[in-house]
């Protein structure tokens, strides 16, 4: 068996100080969500999404981004899901990106509220048939005794929406995380890598420089 101990790797691709950061940290992401876009990372989208329950449980589960504004990060779930749970019970969230072809990673702390069925419903007559299908179809992180269940519930929904448009369930919708601490993390030689800390404090944006 490989040594798991010594899997390693070296960073050494870039730098990051003070006097390169924006002084809003939603700008400075946006600098950075443009690089990795250029750079064609393979589903750049992609983060990690932590939660924890009324008795500080955690759990984390990757998903998708699906926009930002200055106001925070949005993403989409069944109402229903273990994570909508967690939010339901503690708001708390953090997300993390990780893009190893950049060797950077950006972690986001914050609350998390659901935004309208009007936004919902715009992202959601967006998404591909399959996908609005899909929606309806699954009664995610709930039990089920064989993916039977799926595609029987699949058939009963395309009979239902024949021939008319898929509309957005209520039980499905997006959440906006609003940011209160945004950190930027650049890999560097020998472990001594650079991490910007943007901390929210009476509206204005607080940046420090945290110890690897």
């Known amino acids: ?23 809003d940290p939603v700008v400075q992401f946006r600098i950075w969500w443009t690089e990795a876009i250029k750079s064609g990372i393979d ?22 981004l699906k926009g930002f504004t200055e106001t925070g990060f949005t993403f989409f779930t069944n109402y229903q899901s273990h994570k909508a749970a967690d939010l339901e019970k503690n708001p708390q969230a953090g997300l993390v990106f990780f893009w190893k072809e950049l060797e950077r990673q950006v972690r986001v702390e914050g609350i998390a509220t659901k935004i309208s069925y009007e936004e919902s419903d715009a992202y959601f007559q967006s998404r591909p048939e399959g996908s609005k299908i899909g929606a309806w179809a699954s009664p995610q992180s709930q039990v089920i005794t064989s993916r039977d269940i799926l595609e029987k519930n699949v058939q009963v929904i395309v009979k239902k929406f024949a021939g008319e448009p898929v509309t957005c369930p209520s039980f499905w919708g997006g959440y906006l995380l609003k940011p209160k601490i945004i950190e930027f993390w650049q890999g560097r030689p020998n472990r001594l890598h650079d991490r910007i800390l943007y901390t929210l404090k009476d509206d204005k944006w607080e940046i420090n420089r945290l110890a690897p």
């Open 43 to 64: 589903e750049v989208n992609a983060m990690t999404l932590a939660t924890a329950d009324e008795d500080k449980k955690p759990s984390a589960r990757i998903i998708l």
């Open 1 to 23: 068996m490989n040594d798991i101990a010594a899997i390693r790797k070296e960073y050494k691709l870039k730098s990051l100080d003070e006097s390169d950061v924006q002084e």
